[in-house]
């Protein structure tokens, strides 16, 4: 990992150059270092395999500018970057790279302007803030310096602790153990023209954990979260995840039919990654693809239903000071109370949306009348489960996004209320079958969940026995009622952490499968 | 940049054997390198939006070492121009990492499979099998090197096609993105394995949203080759159409999709004909990803899934009829298109991989460790989407054999039926034993002829009975690339190639949700 103060010099020195450029009006550069530290698990008590079975790193850095170039009356907009050289000849390589490819896009209004940068006049993003929220600690200099040895001990914890789980029930036969304990260290530093001076540094730790008791075909996942080394506990995945799998043997099966579900926070997870956040980022709503297209201000939801995007909550993974275009994270409410209130969003896509005549027909609602609701606290620049990827143009992407219901109900009570039904602990391959403007899914239902009769959970579902057919707009407003315990998830591919309770709904198709 | 390759190989093979084998305990190391550039641009409702060009190198290490429990080790990282001034060291740094983790996970496995003897029986020592070992330089297949096609020449095809889409009445939105990409790629091994192959790629993305009578519709297709700029400019692809003419097609259907109704599904099977554009997807999802050694052992479970074709040693389909006798399936990256390769990331020469042979499970696509635990001959299918990253067991191309009957034949035959044409979506149940794949168009068939069109149409359907109901197969073979297949953690996106013929079964057709 490169350090924060070369990140920060480079940054400086390369602005000083550009302000040499005479053709750029305006330019802004983005520095990063990211290391991605993972120990890959596979264990099989009938197959001979290595139980750790990837101890890996992957480090990358280097710098991406984006720059304004003046050519006659027109002005053009372009991206360099540069792979692996953090130096004024970096700059240098990455400046000429934007100049080359640089187009005259009219969608493009201008860099981020912070708030206090402003020297009178009337810009449109005028309130953008570029004060840092007051989080801290959440880059354990033990986390960032972590060790080969280290790295290895906790792939083998996080196995263990599903083994001695596995052992202590007596169950030695048929035991398949499979996840990762994934390390995540970022650094960056972004300068503008425009008034851009920030930096920042973060590391989290994350295990997710999967275990199975094939010839029972029980299935059970675990995860633990960690900002910092001394919190973080793999082990706690693994046991979790075995512990699952026990509870979950010899499941029985549903036929085909609209049922009462109870998801548990990987199945809302899902379905909020896959289809519902999407349909609430800028960029989406503004390429007419989202299923909430023309919604802002209806309820989209159950009225105890609210759901927001928190890039500067405490203690949370993935917050953080500042976005990839150097403006300050925080809380975007997405919907409240069942009604759709904001979307997430970078300057770019807000912009284009202030300005564009067909937005208000997309939106629902004329734009300026609403610049609330996308405050630019989202522009990064996703990739590879990292968030500050220096060769791309910042993009929009969730960070921690919560769920939660304004009446409680506890799990056991929910049960009762459900009477006959399922809970949904896992599912995957969940797609928009359609496209997302349609709004219909599918999704299999893989582990961790259970028949509920009688008010009560009365027997695992067998894995891989149920399909999921459904709308999301039937599944956000048919809920019947939700828990209060928020619990973290993550899911595979995604940078984002969701916290979401257990979330019970009526009336939705599912098919038996296999 | 792409050159670096053939100028460091030698100098690279020297410094890196050397040094691997001073190293205590150390049983095998490679070395990947590799070298890409990209230049691409992107239009949006005729208006240009980016382009650029991109550059750089990555270099992945691993390291088999240990006691008497030998483990892995890895280690990847990216590298500039710069670098190449002290490559080594680099490389050297990589390397002590790799071989760290290497010979502690080596401990660890030793420690736990004498704290947890019961589980430590399967605890292993890392094993690869061998394979014959090769000196070799491939080139790359293009008429026009992407290393001479600007991203502003880019941006005027891009622009184009985005243009015209457009202009088409009914067009809500449409966004073009294409890119052209060299590759160069090496590996290095201490058992005497010096490679250098070379690559071309060229794709083209077309996003539509179209408004009709029913409402709106959104629409993504790609077209593409393992080839030079001709692949986008010339139309030399799979669908025989340069962007421009790609770009219209893609528009006109969504158009006429936004016009047609929505699918309501069947309530019992019905004969369904499926097009070689579907079968690409069907080929994919349910033939190979199932026949990928690693998930026959178990390492996916977390992450990918397993395979229906195989519970265990003792329970698993090998010999078995799992489709019918018309149905035969195979991997093979001799293929021209996004599978197309010689050599695997671990130096194996890539193999022609027979799955289903008449109906009978034979195969699986496998790497040197998996072999070596399936007692099989390594067939050459690991691969990394970049040099830093751990190769997976990956398809290259994976395909239906082609059939002799007529497909025009094939739907003429069905009374009361539904054509699938084009691939959509895919919702697949973990160990692939069923699945749900949505069409980009679906027709009626009456009579034996084609009759109205939906939007929003798929099949389900259990695997097993799919395969083994399907009553024709075409003599219209084709492959489609896949641009985006995902896998491993972190995630590796991957391009491979899929495909096949006409196809007739019975299944469930179904609908919006």
């Known amino acids: 990992m490169i350090s924060l103060d070369t990140l920060k010099k480079i940054a400086s020195d390369g602005l000083e150059f550009i302000k040499t450029q005479k053709d750029i009006s305006d330019a802004e550069i983005f520095i990063s270092s990211l290391s991605h530290l993972l120990s890959r698990v596979n264990y099989t008590s009938s197959i001979p395999c290595n139980g750790v079975e990837e101890p890996k790193s992957t480090l990358s850095y280097g710098i991406g500018v984006q720059a304004v170039f003046k050519e006659g009356n027109k002005n053009k907009i372009g991206f360099g970057s540069q792979i692996g050289d953090i130096s004024i000849d970096g700059i240098k390589s990455a400046v000429e790279k934007a100049r080359l490819s640089a187009v005259e896009d009219p969608d493009f209004y201008g860099l981020p302007i912070p708030s206090k940068a402003i020297s009178g006049g009337t810009i449109l993003n005028s309130e953008l803030s570029m004060v840092p929220p007051e989080i801290h600690g959440y880059h354990d200099q033990r986390l960032m310096d972590i060790s080969d040895d280290k790295l290895v001990e906790l792939g083998w914890r996080a196995l263990e602790g599903a083994l001695k789980t596995f052992k202590e029930h007596q169950m030695m036969e048929s035991i398949i153990i499979g996840g990762d304990v994934s390390i995540v260290q970022e650094r960056m530093a972004i300068v503008s023209t425009t008034g851009v001076v920030a930096w920042d540094e973060a590391a989290n730790a994350s295990a997710s954990m999967t275990a199975m008791i094939e010839s029972d075909n029980a299935k059970g996942s675990g995860w633990d979260i960690g900002m910092r080394l001394s919190d973080f506990a793999p082990e706690n995945a693994g046991k979790s995840a075995a512990m699952s799998a026990i509870h979950s043997r010899q499941g029985r099966r549903v036929p085909s039919g609209r049922y009462k579900l109870i998801l548990g926070p990987q199945a809302v997870a899902d379905l909020l990654c896959h289809i519902i956040l999407p349909s609430l980022t800028l960029s989406v709503v503004d390429a007419s693809s989202s299923t909430f297209l023309k919604k802002h201000g209806e309820g989209v939801a159950d009225r105890r239903l609210t759901i927001y995007d928190h890039g500067a909550m405490p203690d949370l993974p993935m917050s953080r000071r500042y976005t990839c275009e150097g403006l300050a994270t925080g809380r975007t409410d997405l919907i409240k109370k069942g009604v759709l209130t904001g979307f997430l969003s970078n300057n770019y896509y807000r912009n284009k949306v202030l300005n564009d005549p067909s937005s208000k027909d997309k939106i629902g609602v004329e734009p300026a009348a609403i610049e609330d609701a996308f405050v630019p606290r989202n522009g990064f620049r996703p990739g590879e489960s990292m968030l500050r990827n220096f060769m791309t143009k910042p993009s929009i992407a969730p960070t921690n996004v919560i769920v939660e219901g304004s009446e409680i109900t506890p799990l056991d009570d929910l049960v009762k209320m459900i009477g006959d039904g399922i809970y949904i602990g896992r599912i995957w391959y969940t797609y928009p079958i359609n496209g997302l403007l349609a709004g219909d899914f599918t999704c299999t239902v893989i582990g961790d969940s259970y028949i509920i009769e009688g008010g009560r959970m009365a027997a695992p579902l067998k894995p891989n026995s149920v399909r999921i057919a459904d709308n999301i707009h039937n599944l956000l407003n048919q809920v019947i009622g939700m828990t209060g315990d928020r619990r973290p998830t993550l899911l595979w591919g995604a940078s984002e952490v969701i916290y979401s309770p257990d979330i019970a709904v009526r009336d939705i198709s599912l098919h038996s499968i296999g | ?513």
Not at chain 2, 272 to 294: K, Q, R
Not at chain 2, 489 to 502: A, E, I, S
């Open chain 2, 1 to 513: 940049m792409i050159d670096i390759i053939s100028n460091i190989k030698e100098r690279i093979e020297g410094f890196f054997t050397a040094y691997a084998r001073e190293l205590p305990g150390c049983q095998y190391a490679d070395l990947r390198v590799e070298a890409n550039d990209t230049r691409w641009a992107s239009a949006e409702d005729g208006k240009p939006k980016a382009a650029g060009r991109d550059e750089g190198g990555s270099f992945g290490i691993r390291v088999i070492a240990g006691g008497e429990k030998k483990a892995p080790g890895y280690y990847g990282r990216i590298f500039s121009l710069k670098d190449l001034s002290h490559i080594e060291e680099l490389i050297r740094y990589g390397l002590a990492h790799a071989y760290a983790r290497a010979m502690s996970n080596s401990r660890n496995k030793a420690r736990v499979s004498s704290d947890l003897e019961e589980f430590g029986r399967t605890l292993t020592s890392t094993e690869l099998s061998p394979v014959e070992i090769y000196q070799d330089t491939v080139p790359a297949l293009y008429k026009t090197d992407p290393r001479t096609i600007s991203p502003q020449e880019i941006l005027r095809l891009s622009e184009e096609a985005s243009k015209r889409i457009k202009n088409l009445s009914g067009i809500q939105f449409n966004d073009v993105t294409v890119y052209t990409q060299s590759l160069g790629e090496l590996f290095v091994s201490t058992e005497g394995a010096l490679i250098d192959q070379y690559f071309a790629y060229t794709q083209g993305n077309v996003y539509v949203v179209a408004s009709g009578k029913e409402g709106q519709q959104e629409l993504y297709e790609y077209v593409g080759d393992q080839r030079g700029w001709e692949a986008v400019s010339e139309g030399i692809n799979v669908q025989g159409m340069n962007l421009l003419d790609f770009s219209m097609r893609v528009a006109k259907d969504a158009l006429a999709l936004a016009d047609a109704k929505p699918f309501r599904s069947t309530e019992k099977e019905a004969v369904v004909v499926t097009d070689p554009y579907f079968n690409t997807l069907l080929s994919h999802e349910v033939i190979g990803h199932p026949t990928e050694a690693d998930r026959i052992l178990k390492y996916e479970t977390a992450y990918a899934g397993r395979s229906w074709f195989f519970k265990n040693f003792s329970e698993n389909f090998i010999g078995q009829h799992v489709a019918s006798p018309l149905i035969t399936t195979y991997s093979d990256p001799s293929l021209p298109g996004y599978g197309h390769y010689r050599y695997d990331h671990e130096g194996t020469k890539g193999k022609k991989v027979i799955h289903i042979d008449r109906g009978i499970l034979k195969g699986f696509m496998n790497s040197r460790q998996t072999a070596a635990l399936l007692g099989a001959e390594p067939n050459g299918s690991y691969m990394a989407t970049d040099a830093s990253l751990v190769p997976l067991i990956r398809m290259s191309t994976t395909v239906f054999a082609q059939g002799n009957t007529d497909p025009q034949k094939i739907i003429g035959d069905v009374s009361d039926g539904y054509y699938l044409w084009g691939m959509h979506t895919p919702s697949i149940s973990e160990s692939r034993e069923n699945f749900t794949i949505s069409a980009i168009k679906t027709y009626r068939i009456h009579r034996g002829e084609l009759k109205e069109l939906y939007r929003g149409g798929g099949i389900s359907a259990d695997s097993m009975s799919f395969f083994m109901s399907v009553d024709a197969v075409g003599n219209d073979f084709k492959i489609y690339p896949i641009a985006n297949c995902g896998k491993g953690q972190p995630m590796q996106t991957k391009r491979l190639g899929n495909g096949g013929p006409t196809l007739r079964s019975r299944a469930r057709v179904v609908g919006g949700g």
